[in-house]
């Protein structure tokens, strides 16, 4: 998917310094993107700009030439779904449910059906060496695995773009590399990856950078 | 569909999942659903048995009489009303007329009156049979007086005799005519009138309608002089009785729904406020802001269905076997959908402010 934002603004009170500010650029499919910055600079609110999650103040956001970014929120919802994965930097996993359930989440909204999301999800955990897992809930995981098991949830729409908000930020340095070279081979396929880090050597393994400096109030 | 399908059966499975939210849901609606049904239960049961105690035949009978035979009320009135629905059924008696026993244990007067209509209905035999026409039975009292308690013997007035077959017991408002005999006319005699007619009315809320069916009814040569008295303190006393009762067992059920909504409403806060992250993680994955909505309605909604239906269905079944009451099945489902309503407005608020929250504050670690 081509991926672009021309003009965008945002701020998260009206009236408060744009986290945003006037911000143009591309995202080409086949590509890993790094957002880097320091913190508050608004990697993350880029971030989900881009993917829909934040309706902007002022410019657009396009997925493949459409302009999007100001649709009903059903029809961002819908393009999320069906489009886009998320990998979000503690794996965002439900204790409540199995390994694979939390996987199967992540078709939840995509369209397909059920018995096709099973296979393809056993298939992603036995690629990322979790499929032994498959029955444990989070809490029996390790950081690493469950991150691992975030990836398999976000790529098991086969999505057009992902959106990884500091995915590596809590790993290790060997399931770091497995979750960018996850990312990698599946921008090879020609999805677009774009991803929120203030870690320089996930820069470095990415096709290129986008440097934010803009400071502005921390929404959280 | 595939989505709409998707999203059902997975708000489905997290019922499952969160199990102590799922029952005590469940629970509440249980419980309210079946105090509402065991309380009115209680209610009837009471109501019943005070209304029963009321509801004696004395209390349900209206008599028109005619005070001095000047009415001229017709036998016919019985057979007319007798037609009629307004009462279980209409016994009519004639002027007591003396009437002598010769007999060698006793000589005495017994006043006869002449009976018309399913006097059998308040009179018991206590000896012999009942009579056909041209016959009598003595009242229990008056047998005695006149020796005659196996009830076989002859009644003489102006040379003419009527067989003496039996005996009878009257009780309650008809215990005077144990006093009497009760003769029933040959029909070959013709006409006769009656000094008073007796209706009883099917329940003691119908004798208002008894007493203007015999007003209405009664043929009589003079109807404006016929006297119609009821048994109004009863039926005053049932209508309060009722009006009480019911007030009090709406007022339960009102209260009872009251709370069982308030305490729904508290657990759907936090069900839903327990979920931020999950409602972060699924707008992310492609939620709608409806399909949030419409996850946690169902979350809150199905428990609720289930308990209201195992609490209906008990409280039916505990008040069918301790009161042989039952509630009916369509006061018993409408209490299931009011539970299903409340559970609605109880989960759609909180369900709608999780939605509109900003999901990037959930999923940002900062």
């Known amino acids: 998917m081509h991926l672009a934002a021309r003009g965008l603004q945002f701020a998260y009170r009206r009236g408060a310094e744009r986290t945003i500010d006037d911000w143009t650029g591309a995202f080409a499919p086949g590509s890993v993107t790094a957002l880097t910055g320091p913190s508050g600079s608004g990697k993350s609110t880029l971030l989900y700009l881009l993917a829909l999650m934040l309706r902007p103040t002022a410019g657009t956001v396009e997925w493949d030439g459409r302009a999007v970014g100001d649709l009903p929120d059903a029809e961002r919802a819908l393009l999320r779904g069906t489009r886009a994965g998320f990998v979000f930097q503690d794996a965002m996993l439900d204790p409540a449910q199995t390994v694979l359930s939390n996987v199967l989440e992540g078709g939840l909204f995509s369209g397909l059906p059920r018995r096709s999301l099973v296979a393809r999800a056993n298939d992603l955990l036995e690629r990322f060496g979790v499929d032994h897992r498959r029955g444990h809930r989070p809490g029996e995981v390790s950081g690493g695995q469950a991150q691992r098991v975030a990836l398999c949830r976000a790529l098991l729409g086969d999505p057009q773009v992902v959106f990884a908000d500091e995915p590596t930020g809590n790993l290790d340095r060997s399931t770091a590399d497995v979750v960018l070279h996850a990312l990698r081979a599946h921008a090879a396929r020609g999805a677009t990856v774009v991803v929120a880090t203030h870690d320089p050597l996930v820069v470095e393994r990415c096709d290129g950078a986008v440097g934010l400096t803009t400071r502005a109030e921390d929404p959280a | ?366």
């Open chain 2, 1 to 366: 569909m595939i989505r709409t399908r998707a999203l059902v059966g997975e708000a489905l499975r997290s019922t499952g999942r969160h199990l102590l939210t799922t029952g005590a849901l469940a629970l509440i609606a249980a419980l309210a659903t079946a105090a509402v049904l065991l309380t009115t239960g209680n209610s009837y049961a009471t109501e019943a048995a005070v209304i029963g105690s009321l509801d004696e035949r004395g209390a349900r009978v209206v008599v028109a009489y005619d005070h001095d035979g000047a009415a001229g009320i017709r036998m016919a009135s019985v057979d007319s009303l007798s037609r009629t629905d307004a009462a279980e059924w209409f016994i009519g008696l004639g002027e007591a007329v003396d009437h002598h026993v010769d007999h060698e244990l006793a000589r005495a007067t017994v006043g006869v009156r002449a009976v018309f209509g399913a006097f059998e209905d308040v009179v018991v035999p206590a000896a012999g049979r009942l009579p056909r026409e041209g016959e009598a039975v003595l009242g229990e009292r008056a047998a005695r007086d006149a020796g005659l308690l196996d009830g076989i013997g002859a009644l003489s007035a102006g040379g003419v005799d009527i067989p003496v077959v039996g005996v009878f017991r009257a009780e309650g408002p008809f215990d005077r005519l144990n006093d009497v005999a009760l003769a029933v006319p040959d029909s070959a005699e013709g006409e006769r009138q009656l000094r008073y007619l007796y209706g009883l009315a099917p329940a003691i809320g119908q004798i208002d309608v008894l007493a203007d069916a015999m007003r209405a009814g009664v043929v009589a040569s003079d109807p404006d002089l016929i006297r119609i008295e009821k048994p109004s303190a009863a039926a005053d006393l049932e209508r309060v009785i009722s009006g009480e009762l019911g007030s009090a067992a709406r007022r339960s059920t009102t209260l009872i729904l009251a709370t069982s909504g308030l305490l729904i409403l508290i657990v759907a806060i936090m069900v839903v406020g327990s979920r931020r992250r999950d409602v972060g993680r699924w707008r992310a994955l492609g939620a709608s802001r409806s399909a949030v909505v419409t996850g946690f309605v169902i979350e809150v909604v199905v428990p609720v269905v289930l308990g209201a239906s195992v609490g209906a269905l008990s409280a039916q079944l505990w008040n069918q076997a301790a009161h042989d009451f039952r509630n009916s099945w369509t006061f018993a489902g409408a209490l299931v959908v009011d539970a299903t309503l409340v559970a609605v407005a109880a989960a759609v608020a909180p369900a709608i402010a999780a939605a509109s929250r900003d999901p990037v504050r959930v999923l940002r670690v900062p």
